[in-house]
């Protein structure tokens, strides 16, 4: 495998490491040199300093013991020819001899400020009887030696030496050193070039491999054989390239391959049908593109442990591949040399076939119709039978689609249509394209006009049989447009469910109808008002905080709103079901099971629901008109069924009076239908309810 990675030039040595590395050395030992001169120039002078001061107080202590013997003579004359002499020198600025009380005897040289600073000197030197010393600001040197006699102080010898009088210029006696140490150090440089360049030639092996696998994506492994840290790289970058090759080898397999079911994955189909395409732009061949949806499968995995589920999905993998090879030599007749269909795995229970070289879309529908044909015979597995539902859309590449994803959107496009169709089979055609855009056009338009509250209530009578009153009524969602053009909701319900915008529309409804409901009761027109639950609100766990909280914003009693929850939602999880609406029982809402009988509802978990009202669904009403004796043997059971639990009976969708008093007749409760009149605005609700109080109208006559 060719390993490809990013150019790693950063990590290659940078050009002149080996000059900078000498420079950096000879600087070091340049720097090292300079140190160790002036080292030895500052010692040497300091040196000299202190040398020449010993020297000074030799020199004066000598002139103590001379002029002490001339005081004992008392010839002060000889004194003064003596300190003459030696003011001659041109590095002596002043001496002096002074007496034990510090008056001078005799003196040659100096100024007033001398005078002063030898004067000081003098008298520390007469009180310590010990020479002693003072070097000004100016670096003017003054010593003065006590003059002393058997024992006694007699006098004090000064002396004051000139500032330069101590200079020593040590540069030129370290000369021959300094050249010594200047060849040493051009020598060294390339000696240390040499160290250098061998010191580092591991790391130029491992910069030009570290090149070569950037680059290449593979290089033969490094061999340094140094015994120290470069070889524990070179080592560790051997290791490494070899793992990282192995790494990127699992990783392809990961992205092309379906862990599970070892089909190509959508990613390698994807390929597989865009490098197809790109060659029929030359040969104009044509493929087919199946994308095969297993309905069944998700449902029956969530069933299974994780082991069972992959073992599982292994199975209907294997019956996938063989039912693709049995079908492509049925509708192709391949001969031996053609190219094969590729099966794959694109989802949780999608599958896809390519199949090349099919032109026709009757071609291409055949083999699709034969591919769910084997996929829907039972899976016998571990004693069991299973049966999951093929559906299949295909479409054509590359007429259907100019690249792959094109064309397996356009596929799903018709799988998705295809679960309406029949056969359970779906060729692409632009239509439903077409389709396709005018639902996402009438979902952007469904959000905004949630956003402008076009979405309005509306109110269809349900009629007490009892009284012949209106009653109660169900409120009905409406989407009226702002030039006033009512969308029906056979068009935007499904587009809401599909969508997720069920829920919010669905809340909108309610909470219209509380304030509805609670504003004719406060006129003294009560009625029950009923309002659809839809299965994303009912999901909720805070379903039931939130319609109270609706009701108590409101104003309306609990017992005015009636919410109907279709039998499917309950049963499938009927104790859930029950934790949900028992505190809105308990509160005082009204609780009513929509759709009864055309499901799958079972009556001992329906026995456990605090349900107070059965909605009889309008198609055992339409099948009475059509004289079904079983319809209404159906119905007349239900209306036992709810005699027994003491359950209010709603039969909806009544059209004809016979309808109403078959019902009547067997004890049903309310009627609602166009029989009375189909949903109406609030405020034409509000009007028969007006009407309805001032002149006791019947159902028919507010109709």
């Known amino acids: 495998m060719n390993l490809r990675l990013p150019k790693l030039a950063s990590l290659s040595r940078p050009r002149g490491l080996q000059a900078r590395a000498v420079v950096f050395t000879a600087m070091l030992m340049a720097v090292t040199a300079a140190v160790s001169a002036a080292i030895l120039i500052f010692g040497a002078q300091t040196e000299g300093e202190r040398q020449q001061l010993s020297i000074t107080r030799d020199l004066t202590e000598h002139l103590a013991t001379r002029a002490g013997d001339i005081m004992a003579r008392g010839n002060t004359r000889v004194l003064e020819m003596m300190i003459q002499g030696s003011t001659q020198q041109r590095n002596v600025r002043s001496i002096s001899i002074r007496d034990a009380q510090g008056a001078v005897l005799a003196q040659s040289g100096g100024d007033a400020q001398d005078n002063i600073i030898m004067a000081r000197v003098t008298q520390r030197a007469l009180s310590d009887r010990v020479s002693a010393y003072n070097r000004s600001a100016d670096g003017v040197v003054t010593v003065a030696s006590p003059v002393i006699r058997e024992g006694h102080v007699i006098g004090v010898a000064v002396r004051m030496w000139e500032a330069d009088a101590y200079k020593f210029d040590a540069v030129p006696s370290l000369t021959p050193f300094l050249l010594i140490l200047a060849c040493l150090a051009l020598a060294a440089i ?21 090149a070569k696998v950037g680059e290449e994506g593979q290089a033969p492994p490094i061999n340094i054989r140094t015994g120290d840290e470069f070889e524990t790289l070179a ?13 990127m080898r699992q990783i392809q397999e990961i992205a092309f391959v379906d862990p599970v079911t070892r089909l190509p994955n959508q990613d390698r189909f994807i390929r597989e049908v865009d490098f197809f395409i790109l060659q029929s732009q030359s040969t104009k061949g044509g493929a087919a593109v199946a994308v095969v949806d297993l309905m069944r499968l998700p449902r029956l995995l969530q069933t299974l442990d994780p082991d069972a589920a992959r073992e599982f999905l292994r199975v209907v993998a294997d019956r996938f591949v063989s039912s693709v090879r049995t079908v492509d030599r049925v509708v192709r007749m391949r001969p031996q040399g053609d190219r094969p269909a590729v099966p794959a795995r694109l989802g949780a229970s999608e599958f896809g076939v390519f199949v090349p070289d099919l032109l026709s879309a009757s071609d291409a529908a055949r083999f699709a119709q034969h591919l769910n044909a084997a996929l829907d015979q039972p899976f016998d597995w571990r004693g069991h039978k299973f049966t999951l539902g093929a559906c299949c859309g295909v479409a054509l590449a590359a007429h259907d689609g100019g690249d792959a994803d094109t064309a397996i959107r356009h596929a799903r496009m018709a799988m998705a249509a295809a679960h309406a169709a029949p056969a359970r089979v779906k060729i692409y055609t632009q239509s439903l394209d077409r389709e396709a855009v005018a639902r996402l056009t009438l979902e952007r338009e469904m959000r905004g006009a949630l956003e402008r509250n076009e979405f309005r209530a509306y109110f269809q009578p349900k009629i007490n049989l009892a009284t012949g009153r209106i009653e109660a009524c169900e409120a009905l969602a409406r989407w009226i447009r702002p030039d006033r053009t009512i969308i029906s909701p056979g068009r935007f319900i499904p ?43 009912f999901r909720s766990d805070r379903f039931a905080e939130n319609v109270l909280r609706v009701v108590a ?7 005015n709103l009636e919410l109907e929850i279709t039998e499917s939602m309950v049963m499938a999880d009927p104790d859930r079901a029950l934790r949900i609406i028992k505190p809105l029982r308990d509160a005082g809402v009204r609780l009513a099971i929509d759709d009864f009988g055309c499901g799958h509802s079972s009556l001992a978990a329906l026995s456990k629901l605090p349900f107070d009202v059965i909605k ?39 059209e004809r009076r016979e309808d109403m008093e078959f019902m009547a007749a067997r004890g049903c409760h309310w009627i609602q239908g166009f029989l009375f009149g189909a949903a109406v605005s609030a405020p034409e609700f509000a009007e028969l309810l007006r009407r309805q109080a001032g002149d006791d109208v019947s159902a028919e006559d507010a109709a």
């Open 495 to 537: 587009v809401a469910e599909e969508s997720g915008l069920i829920g919010a529309l669905s809340d909108a409804i309610m909470r219209e109808a509380c304030w509805k409901a609670a504003a004719w009761a406060r006129a003294g027109q009560p009625a029950k008002v009923a309002v659809n639950v839809s299965a994303l609100q």
């Open 616 to 654: 009889i669904d309008q198609q055992f009403i339409r099948a009475l008109e059509k004289g079904d004796t079983q319809s209404a043997a159906i119905v007349e059971m239900i209306l036992a069924l709810a005699r027994t639990l003491n359950m209010e009976i709603v039969a909806e969708g009544v």
């Open 190 to 210: 390339p000696l240390t070039s040499h160290a250098v360049r061998q010191t580092i030639a591991p790391l130029d092996e491992l910069a030009r491999y570290a």
């Open 235 to 247: 080592n560790a970058l051997n290791n490494m390239t070899g793992r990282l090759d192995a790494s």
């Open 553 to 559: 914003h409101a104003g309306l009693a609990p017992s």
